[in-house]
């Protein structure tokens, strides 16, 4: 066989393989698991750093569950992954849009890719004058054409990171909310956060920013303007755990130290303990209605010794806790 | 005492550091050629001794030390007990610094042998970053501060000084749960660390041959057997990760682009390309500023990968001030860039490259387009790892990048990285003879394709399988066709017979040959993944006792519940038995591990390796009616992946252990076969 009629044998074959093996690919059954596919999409709120199709905590399986749900119901990808990310506080898009804050990501690696690419193609347009064997002097110009490129590049690579980053800083202003649940609020005046509250009302980020609120407002002794917000947040569906705590238990030594509704009091406190029975503020107001309120030194001595019990309590509030349990014990009465 | 041990290592090690830095550098400026085994023995004693007194106090129940008392525990088993050694910041910090004594040594060993300014200078890089490490120790992560007030379980109270009122606690919480669930666990970090600190060594060699003004491929030539060694180990390391994850980590998987496999993932990458591109340069002349900058910036991915991992700035960036290890590895990160190329900047007359690239059709050629796939690869992994970091730091927005933006990005380069690897063996240095390459690659193509097609028909139709499987071929059957091409010649020259010419041509460049076997790996690795990513099952099932599952041609039937209570550890679990077919196959049991006071649980999984696809089980719960609750997963030929990596690290191996063929660098000469 002549060289020639194998090289088109050998073309032909290469051809007709190539369309096979392209059309049998084109048209396999999609086998796409769209349920990983969308989990793998969304960081597990309580996990450190896996995605709810790659955690077994029980809170990654209910999410998955929900996926697997919706996908039956043949919503689409992105109202599914919009629906997870606002129920469950915490929960992180893994896949980064192309627009906003992540698009300097997708460009960076095509910048480098080029970057890279332009470099070669100069080095290959400007060799060296000095070949093997010629003094190394020669060497020199390479050298200083080299190092204004390098600063080309890293000027270029300047300008793009600097791009990405103002972009994202107008996208983040114009869009609000987008990172209020994170924002460090404390200089933020009261105005406008009630503006941007009001503004937002149904936003799933909003209840940190009531929180924050609210808290300055309680401090302030500022119950009535409080009142309102807390209630918000103890409402709200899409409050997590820890604000509808927080909420129920201000609320409740509000009713108590504002309007002297023990019964309202203890009643919200529990609302709250049933959510965390964990939470130790709300144990520790619970016990103190329970002394100056009720009366119930027995009970009242019961819940601050459940208080003491936590290991995490610190030094000052242990101490604190211990003289109330202490005077409880006594039979002194709430001063 | 072993507190007093260790400090008194600790000091002597930083000791023999300073003392090998200013006699080095003393050394490589004067060109008298001092004796640095003092230093050196200093250094490597000192660093011994610290991790036997910490490897002590763990055997004897010491819990006088700190590290003792909360990150041991009477009760763990071996070896974990050693392996807490490396479980906690500091006693990984104690690890470190004796691997990087131990390379130090080999460097001076090699400076003993014929004393000139390079190995000096050399020697005094190490012992900087020794200096660093030993400073680290005795300052911000003091592995041997003793408790001056126990708590009923652990320490609560410390103190640097080794006799002052030492109050041992009775007794500590053992080491973090998830890090005794497996015998994996005491082996991976100082694999992992063998690869990470070795890469010390070329950056000392770089920054040595910078300092003196070294030119020339000496100092790639001396760095040559440390930078195998680190890369080999290092990509043990990383397959040991894997397994584990894969073994331990219940959802069946291997690798999740999380930012810890990330920081082992980018200095393997750069150091791949290096050990190309230092090829280039040993025989071409070329790319000599290149591997500066490659061996500079693998140096860097080791501290920013420890950084990374281990100032607790990954999983929030919040907890970045609550150990001070962060900013003092962040800031060392800085100095050795600053420095480095500071260095590389008033060097850069003496680093320019005399040769030229005459086509990119050569296999300088391939091995560029190789170094830029690596580099911009390791280039996505840095920027999709950090930037979320940066971002929350500066701005306060969360952003999360994850498996889909790593795997949208990294496997399109992988698959271009595979094709350059059947291109590029087959390339001839310099120029190609026109039509040389189209006839060592169309028989390797037209086979490829056709096991593509066998593939497409009986296996699979996924896109990506019959991609990695075609590719994977094409590399396997361009070097096996070469390795022929040569071995015939061989014969015809010499007429021998084919099989020990082949023999010869393979022992006669022996790098070459190990260099291909770690390609084989690679394309085993991309097999195993492409499959196990694409062809893998899962499925959820609540099982009564007695009741029986199919999955994957597999019956599953759930036996009963089981509890073990070992002083460790108490471990309640699922047993299901496996059948085929009727006949038996194994007994799995998935189960939940609570060790110590833990009352959360590991939820440890259940492997049963089948050469089809393993059986993987997971006890999600076991509900209070007596049912179980599964998931069964099956990555198919995963142990493809796991055979190929360690494939990849025999040949880096092999290619330190390979008789090195003498070669000219290759000259005006316009033909040269490979």
Known sequence: MSERVRNLVTVTALVAMTTILATLVATSPSDVDRVSEIGERIKCPVCQGESIANSPSPMARDMMALVAERVANGQSDEVIVAELLAAYSGAVLLDPPASGATLILWLSPLAALGIGAVIIFWWRGHPARGVTGDPPEEAGPTTRRLVPLLILAAAFATIVV??????????????????????????????????????????????????????RYFEEGDYRSAFPQYLAVADSANATDGQAVTALARLGWMAWDGNAEVETALNLFDQALAIDPSAMTAQYLKGQVLWCGAGDHEQAGAVFATVLSDPDLDAESRAAVQSDLDAVTAGEDCA | MLAALGSAGMLVALVGAVLLVTRGISAARSGTRPNLGGAAQLLLSGAVASMAAMVLALLTDDFSLVYTANHHARATPFPFDIATAWAALEGSIVLWALVLAGFTWFVYRRYRRAPDGLGAAALAVMGGVAVFFFGLMITVANPFEVCVQAAEVGCVRSSPWPFVGIDAPANGPGPNPLLQNHFMMAIHPPVLYLGYVGMTVPFAYAIGALAVKAAGPEWLRRSHRATLVAWSFLTLGILLGGWWAYEVLSWGGYWAWDPVENASLMPWLVATAFLHSGIVQQRRGMLQAWNFILVIATFSLTILGTFLTRSGTVNSVHSFTQSAIGPALLGFLVLTLVGSFLLFSTRADHVASPSRLESMVSREGAFLINNLALSVYAFIVLVGTTYPLVLEAFTGTQVGVGEPFFNRLAVPLSFTLLLVMGFGPVTPWRTTERGLLWRRTRTPAVVALAVGLLTAILVSRNGWVVTAVTLGVFVVGTMTGLAFEQASRRAAKTSEPLPSALRRVISGDGAFWAGQLSHVGVVLVAIGIAFAANLGAHAEVRLAPGEAATFQGHTLTYESPFRQVTPAKTVVGARLTVTRDGRFVGIVEPSANFFGSDESGVSTPDVLHRPGGDLYVTLLGLPDNGSAALTFDTSPMIWVLWVGGLVTAAGGFLAMRARRREREPVEDRHTIDV
Not at chain 1, 164 to 173: A, E, P, V
């Open chain 1, 162 to 215: 600097v791009a990405g980053l103002s972009l994202q800083d107008r996208s983040g202003r114009a869009s609000g909310v987008a990172a209020l649940g994170d924002q460090d609020l404390s200089d933020v005046s009261n105005d406008t956060m009630e503006a941007v509250i009001a503004a937002n009302g149904d936003h799933p980020e909003v209840d940190g920013m009531r929180l924050a609120l609210a808290d």
